[in-house]
Nanobody, 120 residues
Framework: QVQLVESGGGLVQPGGSLRLSCAAS????????MGWYRQAPGKQRELVAS??????KYLDSVKGRFTISRDNAKNTVYLQMSSLKPEDTAVYYC???????????????WGQGTQVTVSS
């Protein structure tokens, strides 16, 4: 069984910073890409940032403010968020494209989500 456990969300003032972490554990054979999505109330879930083999992608609105990184030894992905804005308020979900032991293919796994609220 595979689990993705997120941590680091919370309430922060505009201009502040937060660091999200997501650790993948369980019967993992190999991890391809890892990333962060977010979903604000009434909006569709959107990809915030992803990392695969050192290549990173960012949502245009977070470029220059957010940084994604990954510790392969720990199966952990991080999202450093700086200069936060109220429009960054959302539930942030960790995602991993991985292959579990005894599985023949890669598929998406999701964390439970962590709330990030940017408000004064």
């Amino acid at each position: 069984q595979v689990q993705l456990v997120e941590s680091g969300g919370g309430l922060v003032q505009p201009g502040g910073s937060l660091r999200l972490s997501c650790a993948a554990s369980g019967s993992i054979l190999s991890i391809n890409a890892m990333g962060w999505y977010r979903q604000a109330p009434g909006k569709q879930r959107e990809l915030v940032a992803s990392i695969r083999s050192g290549s990173v992608k960012y949502l245009d609105s977070v470029k220059g403010r957010f940084t994604i990184s990954r510790d392969n030894a720990k199966n952990t992905v991080y999202l450093q968020m700086s200069s936060l804005k109220p429009e960054d308020t959302a539930v942030y979900y960790c995602n991993a494209d991985l292959r579990a032991i005894h599985s023949s293919w890669y598929r998406d796994y999701w964390g439970q989500g962590t709330q990030v609220t940017v408000s004064s």
